[in-house]
């Protein structure tokens, strides 16, 4: 995943992002598409930043089991743009004393599952 570019706009750039979308429900994914790539266009805070953002959300609302997750996707993204595993294990833990130690250690599990089933 080193080899992968980053992207001027996370969701417009990311055709494979997009398809997964649209796997989901082809409706579902063009809709997305459109309202989450205008806001990853907003121009003053950068796509590793956004990326990173979104974990967080998925944290707090406890988005990263089941089908149609957007955890995996999110954590995609993150790495897409720049992130790391360090980076993302480092915003969990702070985390942590704001959405829940709890909502925190299923999203660690979730991780180490994803990363153990990445190439």
């Known amino acids: 995943m080193t ?20 796997s989901l ?23 590793k930043t956004k990326a990173l953002i979104t974990i ?10 089941g089908p149609g997750s957007p955890f995996g996707a999110h954590v995609v993204m993150a790495i897409k743009q720049g992130a790391t595993r360090e980076e993302i294990e480092e915003l969990l833990v702070f985390l942590c004393p704001y959405t829940g130690f709890n909502k925190v250690a299923g999203c660690f599990g979730a991780l180490n599952n994803f990363f153990s089933q990445s190439p």
């Not at 429900?25 to 805070?45: K, Y």
């Not at 967080?56 to 089991?65: R, T």
Request: proline share 6%.
């Open 3 to 22: 080899d992968t570019p980053y992207y001027k706009n996370a969701v417009l750039d990311d055709l494979e992002l997009q398809e997964a979308l649209k």
């Open 56 to 65: 967080a959300l998925d944290v707090a609302n406890q988005s990263q089991n």
């Open 25 to 47: 429900n082809p409706q579902f994914g063009d809709f997305v598409t459109r309202v989450a790539g205008e806001a990853w266009g907003l121009p003053l805070i950068d796509q």
